[in-house]
């Protein structure tokens, strides 16, 4: 074991990470950085700060598993539990995993949700870009294929879908429509209640 004192955002962070998931290693590689192994996958946590005292722990884990260890909810509100510094520090933070913030990543999965009880026939084909509050996917609406961009701004949510333009006009209309009843859920589970 070395003997790094990590910053105390840094270890909150860890620690979360390390109270759901049993077994998982961790060895802090400077005060700053962070290796977390759980078998053969690694995680790996950085934290930075910007010029107005605003803390980022960015996070690498290729294997998703903070998304499979249902860990989202328990980030984005890890600050509750906080006294004093610490939790002023926590409220000023953002985790960015595998280039979204967590709560991004929840409005995501969120979507997925709200358009597979829609309809079956919505398909999630591939990420095409993330941008830590946007991320644009494929998707398919039976055999129609068209982009979706979530975007997950201050005050409001943005469902987008983009079409080619041989795309059938009917089908254009519900998948429009069916956006616009997603982007209402999400604005009033995500942005109305704050």
Same mark, same amino acid.
């Given at each position: ?8 955002? @840094? $270890?909150?962070?860890?620690? +979360? %990470? ?9 060895? !802090?590689? *400077? ?58 520090? @926590? $409220?000023?933070?953002?985790? +960015? %995993? ?9 409005? !995501?999965? *969120? ?84």
């Amino acid at each position: 074991m070395n003997n790094i004192t990590p910053y105390p955002v @840094l $270890e909150c962070v860890v620690s +979360i %990470i390390e109270d759901v998931i049993s077994g998982i290693k961790v060895d !802090y590689t *400077s005060e700053s950085k962070a290796t977390l192994i759980d078998g053969n996958a690694g995680i790996l946590l950085e934290q930075q700060s910007d010029s107005n005292g605003n803390l980022t722990i960015n996070i690498k884990d290729p294997k998703d598993i903070i998304l499979s260890e249902d860990l989202l909810p328990d980030l984005q509100e890890l600050h509750k539990s906080a006294k004093g510094a610490l939790k002023t520090e @926590l $409220e000023k933070t953002t985790i +960015i %995993i595998n280039g979204l913030d967590v709560e991004t990543q929840l409005v !995501y999965q *969120s979507a997925k949700d709200a358009f597979d009880q829609i309809s079956n026939s919505y398909e999630f084909v591939k990420t095409l870009e993330k941008e830590v509050s946007k991320i644009k996917s494929t998707l398919k609406f039976g055999s129609n294929v068209f982009d979706l961009t979530v975007s997950n701004e201050q005050g409001q949510i943005l469902i987008s879908p983009e079409f080619a333009s041989s795309f059938n006009a009917a089908i254009q209309k519900t998948v429009e429509d069916d956006a616009l009843k997603v982007q209402n859920v999400l604005n009033i589970m995500f942005k109305e209640n704050k």
